[in-house]
Nanobody
Framework: QVQLVESGGGLVQAGGSLRLSCAAS????????MAWYRQAPGKQRELVAT???????YYADSVKGRFTISRDNAKNTVYLQMNGLKPEDTAVYYCWVVVGRVYWGQGTQVTVSS
């Protein structure tokens, strides 16, 4: 079993920054890949960014140039640095990892006020 603990969400004004963290613990040999998803009210959950064990990254067009995904393999932790936040970034953000199977974090609320 793998446990995921997210942190870093909150309320921020438009243009501000937040950094999300997701730490994995449990029976872990390797984690590949790691990702962040988000779900806004009334919308489907969408992929925000992914990062492989080799640090290859992918970003949704809506966040390119503003968000940065990174990972610390020694700590089994994935981060999402969010800069230039917009009200449309308001959502619950979930981390997602594959350790034999898919695991989801509990979600952390990000609210961006205009």
């Amino acid at each position: 079993q793998v446990q995921l603990v997210e942190s870093g969400g909150g309320l921020v004004q438009a243009g501000g920054s937040l950094r999300l963290s997701c730490a994995a613990s449990g029976s872990i040999f390797s984690i590949d890949p790691m990702a962040w998803y988000r779900q806004a009210p009334g919308k489907q959950r969408e992929l925000v960014a992914t990062i492989s064990s080799g640090s290859s990254t992918y970003y949704a067009d809506s966040v390119k140039g503003r968000f940065t995904i990174s990972r610390d393999n020694a700590k089994n932790t994935v981060y999402l640095q969010m800069n230039g936040l917009k009200p449309e970034d308001t959502a619950v953000y979930y981390c997602w990892v594959v350790v034999g199977r898919v695991y989801w974090g509990q979600g952390t609320q990000v609210t961006v006020s205009s």
